[in-house]
């Protein structure tokens, strides 16, 4: 072959091996485009998927706390198929290649961790839920008008407890999720970190609770405890000021309420509690022991709880096992659930028209040009209210888990708080939102307790925020922004609600309020300054709790 010959042919092989690269390279490029094609195909698929699931879970919440236990199988193996399909259509060669991929890791990597998470829960913490669940039908758990069952009670709580290893993990494993810059699938994360987040803290009270509740209702004898009915009018530490009391019998799941009263049955009466200098120094002295008005000063609900027990042991001649306190907002919530109830007088109370009549209407009802003459008559007609919304709640038949839902709100809210005499029972109580607690605690930290100091009654009208910003993690200084506003209207409210008391060296208009204002912050800070409008204020400081305050 002549050397033009041999120079022809390689040309050729070469081309013909140019030929073969492109199609091999024309392979991968349409092996990729379909393998993102695929990709995307299956992950809009295992969103619908996801979606369902969401759904599912929402149905079979509903349906666990309406009670119909006859539905919550089907809801439990809809959603195992939906969690099942939406892992499968996320697994395989195709979706390990494109959450690799520079671009689209994030949103697959990420969408692929919530079908791996659902999938799991679905076929762990889910079944536990369910039989929980189950055990607490309310169609089953009450099995009188004033009785529960507390065997069933019990019987839930290692269902439930099971679960929450299962959740904790999801809630771990989408944490470490990538936000993602894709929006639906960063949207997606939050809001499912968020459920979980709640469903792990609502499984802990639960479990708590299912402990707690046997013992505390009276398992291993009677029990008495003090509910005390708190008046949002009159702002305190706790909320709102000791307006009247019932005494809550319970013994083996039967409940009863005995007498009720007003604040004014513990007049004259010295707690006989000692809280130490500490609690002295930060709530002006012995005034807390004194006057059940003063009495929950401090935002740390154990305090007063023992001072009301001892009051009440004293005056009524009983021991005191417990404390429940609840404002009006609480027992409008009961409404919602147990339905109206008519007052002796006649009164119709709902879930919408109660706080407004506690908080305000009560003082137009009985205004006279002596408001002190009709304080007896006010008193008396918040008491008849909050008996009439207990006493139907231990006789309707109702939707007892319904109930907890909603007291479980207002536990979140400090609005319902529960104390314990028995060490043991208290020390549960502790791990849960009904405590009332100020904690004892090394991390960043503030509250703002305000707390009327004029005797008007206009806390209805009374709107608080605080910010709290820094510019570091790091031990640095803290700027708090505390924002009160009095919304009561200019005219139509009686004057017992808006004279109060006289303070300082003049008169203030009526209306006008006077607040007692601490921050309690951060252990081991300290203040470098106060402003009230941009000027100068003077302090007092004092410390509780290792908080500042």
């Not at 040309?11 to 013909?16: F, K, L």
């Not at 030929?19 to 195909?41: F, K, N, P, T």
């Not at 992950?43 to 706390?65: C, F, S």
């Not at 499984?203 to 708590?208: A, C, F, M, Q």
Request: aromatic share 6%.
């Amino acid at each position: 072959m002549t050397d033009a010959g041999a120079e022809s042919a390689a040309v050729a092989s070469a081309g013909s091996g140019r030929v073969r690269l492109s199609r091999v390279l024309l392979a991968l490029v349409g092996v990729v485009l379909l393998g993102v094609v695929w990709v995307l195909v299956t992950g809009w698929r295992a969103r619908a998927d996801l979606q369902e699931l969401r759904h599912d879970v929402t149905k079979l919440r509903a349906d666990l706390v309406a009670g119909r236990v006859a539905d919550v199988g089907g809801d439990l193996a809809r959603a195992q198929a939906d969690a099942a399909a939406a892992h499968a259509r996320t697994t395989g060669p195709a979706w390990w290649v494109g959450a690799h991929l520079p671009g689209l890791s994030a949103p697959l990597s990420t969408i692929r961790g919530i079908a791996v998470a659902g999938h799991a829960l679905s076929r762990t913490a889910l079944p536990e839920v369910v039989a929980g669940g189950v055990a607490l039908d309310p169609q089953q758990l009450r099995v009188g008008p004033d009785r529960l069952d507390l065997a069933r009670l019990q019987e839930a709580g290692p269902f439930l407890a099971r679960a929450i290893p299962a959740v904790s993990v999801a809630r771990a494993q989408v944490a470490r999720l990538s936000g993602s810059w894709l929006g639906p699938v960063a949207n997606g994360r939050r809001a499912l970190l968020k459920q979980l987040t709640s469903l792990e803290g609502t499984l802990h009270d639960t479990v708590i609770a299912t402990r707690l509740m046997p013992t505390m209702l009276g398992e291993n004898g009677p029990r008495t405890y003090l509910v005390v009915f708190e008046g949002d009018n009159e702002t305190r530490a706790l909320g709102g000021i000791f307006g009247g009391y019932g005494l809550l019998h319970a013994d083996q799941g039967r409940l009863h309420f005995g007498s009720f009263g007003s604040d004014q049955d513990f007049g004259g009466v010295r707690a006989q509690v000692d809280l130490g200098p500490q609690f002295e120094k930060a709530y002006g002295g012995t005034d807390a022991y004194e006057t059940i008005g003063d009495s929950d000063v401090s935002p740390h609900f154990p305090d007063a709880a023992q001072i009301w027990s001892s009051m009440a042991e004293q005056r009524l001649g009983v021991h005191i096992d417990g404390v429940i306190a609840m404002d009006p907002v609480t027992l409008a919530r009961i409404l919602t659930v147990i339905g109206p109830v008519t007052m002796p007088d006649g009164t119709r109370l709902t879930g919408n028209n109660l706080v407004r009549l506690l908080d305000v209407g009560v003082y137009r009802r009985f205004d006279s040009a002596d408001g002190d003459a009709d304080t007896p008559a006010r008193k008396a007609f918040f008491t008849s209210a909050a008996e009439a919304v207990t006493d139907a709640t231990l006789h309707r038949s109702l939707n007892t888990t319904s109930l907890l839902h909603a007291l479980a709100g207002s536990a979140g809210q400090r609005r319902l708080l529960a104390y314990s005499a028995t060490p043991a029972e208290e020390e549960l109580l502790r791990g849960t939102p009904l405590a009332g607690l100020l904690p004892r605690t090394a991390a960043p930290f503030a509250e703002v307790v305000a707390t009327n100091d004029s005797g008007t009654k206009l806390g209805y009208f009374l709107h608080r925020s605080m910010t709290y910003a820094r510019s570091t993690c790091a031990a640095t200084t803290a700027t708090v922004t505390v924002k009160l506003r009095n919304g009561s209207p200019a005219a139509g409210l009686p004057g017992y609600m808006t004279a109060g008391v006289q303070w300082g060296d003049a008169a203030h208009p009526p209306g006008t309020e006077s607040y007692i204002v601490s921050l309690y912050s951060s252990q081991g800070s300290s203040v470098s300054g106060v402003t009230l409008d941009g000027q100068p204020l003077g302090t007092y400081t004092a410390e509780d709790r290792g908080h500042p305050i």
